[in-house]
């Protein structure tokens, strides 16, 4: 297992070690051991999530208000996402600014999203399935949202027209009335 901080140094990006031949493939997702020692981070996972979505969707920004902030590892299991992690600390330097990865099932990538960042992916492939380990389990009364292409934030998604949207997420808030 491989870990980088990428330019938010607190969202890591995991590249798992793979071992492929013609017959398929074997790789370790996950392994808790590893990412305690490599990162420092005590973690622990109460759930996992897996959602579909089609070509254009596109999910967020969602995060969750303590006492129920969650931390994640997100991986792609089919096909293919630009996948979003936005600063929403308020007192932190980078606050409102944004990281990106190209996440899929073929490169295998994962990221670590740190309690304190808002998520949020657009589906370029057919479609895609994302899963998701969680530190702290949904809360809907703590649940968030910041709108998607909140002019402050600036967010250079690939694709922006034709999107599909959730009423939820087309009524999101924008960075300055983040409640966290």
């Known amino acids: 297992m491989k870990i980088t901080p990428l ?3 607190d ?3 995991i590249e798992p070690m793979v071992f492929e031949d013609g017959r398929g493939f074997l790789f370790e997702s996950f392994n808790l051991n590893k990412f305690k020692e490599i990162t420092s981070l005590d973690v622990s996972f109460v759930q996992d999530n897996h959602t ?3 070509n254009g969707v596109l999910r967020g920004l969602h995060y969750q208000t303590p006492p129920h902030a969650q931390g994640k590892i997100v991986r792609v299991i089919q096909g293919e996402v630009f996948d979003v992690a936005v600063d929403i ?3 932190s330097p ?3 600014k944004y990281v990106t ?4 099932a073929e490169n295998k990538k994962q990221i670590w999203i740190p309690e304190g960042f808002a998520h949020g992916f657009l589906t370029l492939s057919e479609h895609s399935e994302l899963l998701y380990k969680i530190t702290a389990p949904y809360c809907k009364d703590y649940e968030k949202s910041i709108h998607w292409n909140d002019p402050l934030i600036d967010i250079h998604w690939p694709k922006t ?3 599909i949207i959730s009423d939820k997420d087309r009524l999101a808030k924008n960075i300055n009335d983040v409640d966290f």
């Open 89 to 91: 600390r308020k007192s």
């Open 161 to 163: 027209d034709n999107l």
């Open 52 to 54: 579909k979505s089609f």
């Open 7 to 9: 330019d938010i140094s």
């Open 94 to 96: 980078t606050f409102g």
């Open 101 to 104: 990865q190209i996440l899929s």
């Open 11 to 13: 969202v890591l990006l």
